[in-house]
């Protein structure tokens, strides 16, 4: 997918060029349907759906940013709102970052503990972000 900008919107802003873009890769591969969304024709009510991002490290040791260690929050929120959309009787976003990443240190900073927890209450479905690892 390839945005028209360099960069990912912030929290405050709209995911909607996130999600323009996952609606014509999904269109590209078949995926999309008009009433299910990106997801429409690839999951139905008995799709159980795990989001895999990719949440590497809590904090840059390199003395970058966030940026290169997580899949950014837009992309991650416009896959689970897809997701719902498409009707999956379940969704999770889980990960298994490496071994000394603090998660939940990780989700405050990209605003994604936030996030989830508010969806939560009123979508019964999404069952919020699970640390995958077997030892931290």
Known sequence: MRLSSPRYPTAAESDDEIARGL??????????????????????????????????????????GLEPLVTHASLVRTVTKAALRAGASEVIVGDAPIQNCILDTLLSLTGLADWAEGLMRPEPRFKGIRDLRRTT
């Open 23 to 64: 609606q014509r890769v999904a269109q590209a591969l078949g995926w999309n349907s008009p009433e299910g969304g990106p997801f429409g024709n690839l999951l139905s009510s008995r799709s159980r759906v795990l989001i895999k991002p990719n949440f590497v490290l809590h904090q840059n040791q390199g003395g970058w």
